[in-house]
Nanobody, 122 residues
Framework: QLHLVESGGGLVQPGGSLRLSCAAS????????IGWFRQAPGKEREGVSC????????NYADSVKGRFTISRDNAKNTVYLQMNSLKPEDTAVYRC???????????????WGQGTQVTVSS
C-alpha cells in the first residue's frame, strides 16, 4: 500500500520560497502520477500541480504558473514542489496524492498524505 508523507511547510514572508517534499513508502512511485493540492480555511480543496509517472508531463493551476515547479526523483521515491514568490493567498494546507495519471479530477487521486501547513505572512 502506498503511503505518502509531506514535509517542508512553514511560515515565510511574502516573496519568499519553500520547497515541499512528498515522500513515498510501501510502493515505488515509478507507476504513479503525483498531484499537489491545497486547502485554505473556508475554501474548497484545489489542485495546484501534477506530474506524470515519468516526470515528462507537468501541469499547474493558473494561480501558481511561473512561480511553482513540480519535480520528482524516483530514485528517492520523492516528489517536490518548489514554491517561489509566495503570496499570502498561497497560505493553505498542502497535500500530495497519487493517481494513475494527471486527470485533473480530485476523485481520481488516493493515498493522501496528512498535509503540511504553508503560511505566507509578514
Amino acid at each position: 500500500q502506498l503511503h505518502l508523507v509531506e514535509s517542508g511547510g512553514g511560515l515565510v514572508q511574502p516573496g519568499g520560497s519553500l520547497r515541499l517534499s512528498c515522500a513515498a513508502s510501501g510502493l515505488t512511485l515509478d507507476y504513479f502520477a503525483i498531484g499537489w493540492f491545497r486547502q485554505a480555511p473556508g475554501k474548497e480543496r484545489e489542485g495546484v500541480s501534477c506530474i506524470s509517472s515519468s516526470g515528462g508531463s507537468t501541469n499547474y493551476a493558473d494561480s501558481v504558473k511561473g512561480r511553482f515547479t513540480i519535480s520528482r526523483d524516483n530514485a528517492k521515491n520523492t516528489v517536490y514542489l518548489q514554491m517561489n514568490s509566495l503570496k499570502p493567498e498561497d497560505t493553505a494546507v498542502y497535500r500530495c496524492a497519487a493517481a494513475g495519471r494527471c486527470s485533473g479530477m480530485i476523485l481520481d487521486f488516493a493515498s493522501w498524505g496528512q498535509g503540511t501547513q504553508v503560511t505566507v505572512s509578514s
